[in-house]
């Protein structure tokens, strides 16, 4: 039987979550690196038990630990980002100019086909890869450079690159996003950038339609169809058939359209997942119930989820990388909160209980599905 | 001899136990006893001073002495009682919590 990993990065460390196909019995392992921010943490494609975390603090700066066997042992690797040539500035809160200063990874993205190879978003926003195992990183310095980065501004969160896409039928297109500027893509392995923000409106920024400026949240695709793109935009709900040359709103009849994560089923491209919050003011779920939203049409149409998760006095929050699915036969989706617990369905989200309710706040859940032997930590 | 207190986690990420104990050739300076911390632990380089400006983080501090050498020059040398071992160099996160 088939074995899922759960790894889930939190406010004060890491925890591994295991259980066999049925999903119902876990083990839970942790918290590694107890007391440090884990941002992310994910494991690579090519060999599953390469994992990868972004350890921060205030303090101490970046860490990036690095694990050969699954998350059992972990050595630490290169911690040095520093951007290309002269950072110049990007615009503050207020629109002044702000110098360009690396505070953080927040997100890991191992590639679909080596092991050594990674890349990292970091705030203030850049991408990084590494290609030896993340012993040196190096900016694609074609992101910020593509003409719009000194007019990018921090979200409420930071100016983070959180989201990295890549493309599994073209090794060279890879999407990201950052907020609060918006989605680009590249269509050369990373050399240029182009921003792919046509059709998004946002009343925060001065130009509702301008190129950059956006506040997206999160994009996610199902890897059968890369050039359909689906992304939670700070408000709206946005959808593009066309590898993000245009987008189109599908927010449909949920609640509200704020939120933070974005997720497609693991087999069926037209099923998608968020998370809908209150509002940018109350971080919180509408009426105190915490419900996942899914839509079968490729949003739209949505239907709320609810069986297990609270439906009374609920306030916690669902962060933009706290949402994953596994790609067993019956996909199972798993999401974290800021009150810690971690949900998983292993029906599609018909029915949920948590594998966890107590860790620290949950910034970040990734799963790995795997044969038998690889899941033990 | 140069004895080195780092706080929790900084011990922790270097896997050390108690005080680091480290010879320095030359004079004893906080660029001195950085340089062979890192040399020694290379996981804690970028965590106490920043990888390109080679200043201190800003959460930082240090104590020698009852006293504070934050904001000394890097190569100011150190009291002798650093220098021959007789009393710590502390390297302090400041308390602030979360």
């Known amino acids: 039987m088939s074995q899922v990993r759960v790894l889930v990065g939190t406010r004060k460390g890491a925890f591994v979550l295991t259980s066999d196909g049925k999903r119902q019995r876990w083990d839970v392992s942790g918290p590694h690196f107890a007391g440090w921010e884990i941002y992310h943490l994910k494991g690579s494609p090519a060999d599953p038990n390469r994992l990868y975390a972004s350890q921060t603090s205030g303090w101490f700066g970046q860490v990036i630990q690095r694990s050969n066997d699954g998350g059992k042992t972990w050595e630490t690797v290169g911690n040095k980002f520093a951007y290309d040539g002269v950072p110049g500035t990007h615009q503050w809160y207020d629109g002044t100019p702000h110098p360009w200063e690396f505070k953080r990874v927040w997100h890991l993205e191992p590639s679909l086909t080596d092991a050594d190879t990674v890349y990292a978003g970091v705030e203030d926003a850049a991408l990084f890869r590494t290609t030896d195992g993340g012993q040196t990183w190096n900016e694609l310095p074609g992101l910020r450079g593509h003409g719009s980065g000194s007019s990018w501004a921090p979200g409420a969160g930071g100016l983070g690159l959180h989201t990295i896409l890549l493309d599994p039928g073209s090794a060279r297109r890879m999407y990201i996003a950052i907020s609060a500027a918006g989605a680009f893509r590249t269509d050369d392995g990373g050399e240029t950038w182009r921003p792919i923000n046509r059709g998004l409106k946002s009343e925060g920024i001065p130009n509702p339609t301008a190129e950059v400026g956006h506040c997206v949240h999160r994009i996610a695709m199902h890897r059968s169809r890369p050039n359909v793109l689906f992304m939670q935009k700070h408000w709206d709900v946005m959808r593009s058939d066309d590898a993000g040359e245009s987008w189109h709103e599908v927010s449909g009849n949920l609640p509200t359209d704020f939120g933070f994560p974005i997720d497609v089923h693991a087999h069926e491209p037209e099923t998608i997942y968020v998370v809908p919050i209150k509002s940018d003011s109350e971080h919180f779920p509408p009426d105190g119930k915490l419900r996942v939203y899914r839509s079968r049409t490729g949003g739209n149409e949505w239907e709320p989820l609810t069986k297990g998760l609270p439906q009374q006095d609920c306030y916690v929050n669902v962060l933009r990388d706290a949402m994953a699915v596994d790609s067993l036969e019956s996909c199972g989706v798993y999401f974290g909160t800021t009150g810690g617990q971690v949900y998983a369905s292993a029906d599609a989200g018909d029915n949920w209980a948590p594998i966890v309710r107590d860790l620290p706040a949950v910034l970040s859940v990734e799963v790995q599905t795997l044969p038998p032997s690889r899941a033990q930590v | ?98």
């Not at chain 2, 207190?5 to 050390?16: G, Q």
């Not at chain 2, 009291?79 to 308390?95: K, N, Y």
């Open chain 2, 1 to 98: 001899m140069i004895r080195v207190v780092l706080p929790y986690h900084l011990r922790t990420l270097a896997r050390v136990d108690g005080e680091v104990e480290l010879d320095i050739a030359g004079q004893a300076t906080q660029r001195a006893i950085l340089d062979a911390l890192e040399a020694r632990y290379p996981m804690l380089r970028g965590t106490i001073r920043d990888h390109v400006t080679e200043r201190r983080r800003p959460f930082l501090r240090f104590f020698a002495c009852e006293e504070d050498l934050s904001h000394e020059r890097p190569d100011a040398p150190l009291p002798d009682a650093v220098a021959t071992g007789a009393e710590p160099f502390l390297v302090v996160g400041a308390m602030a919590g979360g």
